[in-house]
């Protein structure tokens, strides 16, 4: 599995950004694929998560009802669409793939196989 993420920038606080991971090689349809982000000193975070066989998600508390995961099956295509962001939005995300069976959406960032290339995300005050 190869993961390509694309869509970070520079935008203002209460800007938006879309973020798309478009994966090759397999198709997501038993993988759980997540968005990580990790801020310079800090941990790596799960940020939103599904599970692609139905559809469930998470979301860290600090992006609910700013941040949508959404999915597109013919472009074998995971997106995060990150709304009124802020400084603290400010990090290099990841979007990663969890092969693994499961009904739990891991929040571990270590459980996950498969990684694509950060994109930075730099939200000005």
């Known amino acids: 599995v190869q993961l390509q993420a694309y869509g970070g920038g520079l935008v203002q606080a209460g800007g938006s950004l879309r973020l798309a991971c478009t994966a090759s090689?397999?198709?997501?349809?038993?993988?759980?694929m997540g968005w990580f982000r990790q801020a310079p000193g800090k941990e790596r975070e799960l940020v939103s998560a599904?599970?692609?066989?139905?559809?469930?998600?998470y979301y860290t508390d600090s992006v609910k009802g700013r941040f949508t995961i959404s999915r597109d099956d013919a472009k074998n295509t995971v997106s995060l669409q990150m709304n009124s962001l802020k400084p603290e939005d400010t990090a290099v995300y990841y979007c990663?793939?969890?092969?693994?069976?499961?009904?739990?959406?891991?929040?571990?960032?270590?459980?996950?196989?498969?990684w694509g290339q950060g994109t930075q995300v730099t939200v000005s005050s």
């Open positions: 990663a793939a969890d092969i693994t069976f499961g009904w739990v959406i891991p929040k571990d960032y270590r459980e996950y196989e498969y």
């Open positions: 090689g397999r198709t997501f349809r038993h993988y759980f």
């Open positions: 599904m599970r692609w066989n139905d559809g469930n998600t």
